[in-house]
């Protein structure tokens, strides 16, 4: 994958991870980055914290993409594993890290950038060998800015 949409694309699955949470839109019934969660994931992993919540949350919104998705197909939360690898090796792992809505949210609309879409439910939105692409990222973005923005739920995909 191109070093310079890579990391985008993390970006991209954190936004969107959070947005999903219970405490914002409730794709996903996990409250992970609620202040709440701290109690119970600073004492078990002090040192990797914000690395524990990002996985706790890739995985349930990996669950529910997978639910909604045919298999073999990719989606933000389930990528070649070699981007998996490059991910986790760049994820952070220390303190606890401040995400908001709309500032969430108004990020999401720049990362769609000129992108608009209408999506609902599984949408297509190009092969897994643009992943490198930053049109890509745009097009995911675009997606989910249009679900959380008609409060319901698209799985933007990408075919093998």
Known sequence: ????SLPE???LRLIVGFLGERAQFAWWPTAFYESSSRPFLDPVFPRT????????????????????LSFGSYHL????????????????????????????LIELRRMAGSVSSQS????LVGSIKAL???????????AYLSGFGQNSRTYPYLVG
Do not use: K
């Open 1 to 4: 994958m191109n070093q310079s």
């Open 120 to 123: 609902v439910g599984p949408t």
């Open 77 to 104: 939360f389930r990528l070649p594993e070699v981007v998996e690898q490059d991910f986790h090796g760049m994820a952070p792992a220390g303190g606890g890290e401040s995400l908001e809505r709309e500032p969430c």
């Open 132 to 142: 490198n692409s930053i049109e890509t990222v745009r097009a995911m973005a675009a």
């Open 9 to 11: 694309m993390l970006r």
């Open 49 to 68: 914290t914000r690395l524990a919540r990002y996985h706790a949350v890739v995985e349930a919104a990996r669950r529910v993409h997978d639910e909604h």
